[in-house]
């Protein structure tokens, strides 16, 4: 698990896109549903803490995730928790999990869905 901070260029986008394209990806963003924040009734990547899920030619997938807060009781147990979450997916090879606090997580960075179940909508 990497903690630390990446330098990043001008203009170089702060979280890394996805792999939107490759047929496992639907299946990992499913499989990160199921992880959720034991203080917020809202699955992770609907509360906008996965901010990348990259999946490579061999099926690899490294997903860049942030927690709500540096504090977050469950700092440590959660990139775990996603990794247990993915590794089952039928067709992935393997899962690695990086911990960034860049940029920070915001409440805008939650789904629509997240927002109506939390009553910000």
């Given amino acids: 698990m990497n903690t630390e901070t990446p330098e990043h260029l001008e203009g170089e986008p702060l979280i890394k896109p996805s792999t939107h394209t490759h047929p496992l990806y639907d299946?990992?963003?499913?499989?990160?549903?199921t992880v959720y924040d034991p203080e917020i009734p809202v699955n992770i990547f609907d509360l906008g803490l996965i901010y990348t899920i990259e999946i490579s030619d061999e099926n690899v997938v490294s997903v860049i995730m942030t927690l709500t807060a540096p504090g977050c009781p469950v700092a440590g147990d959660m990139p775990g928790w996603i990794q247990e979450a993915v590794e089952p997916v039928a067709g992935v090879q393997q899962v690695t999990v990086d911990?960034?606090?860049?940029?920070?997580w915001g409440m805008e960075m939650m789904s629509d869905e997240a927002r109506l179940e939390l009553g910000f909508m």
């Fill in 27 to 33: 299946a990992v963003v499913e499989a990160c549903r």
């Fill in 99 to 104: 911990l960034t606090w860049e940029p920070p």
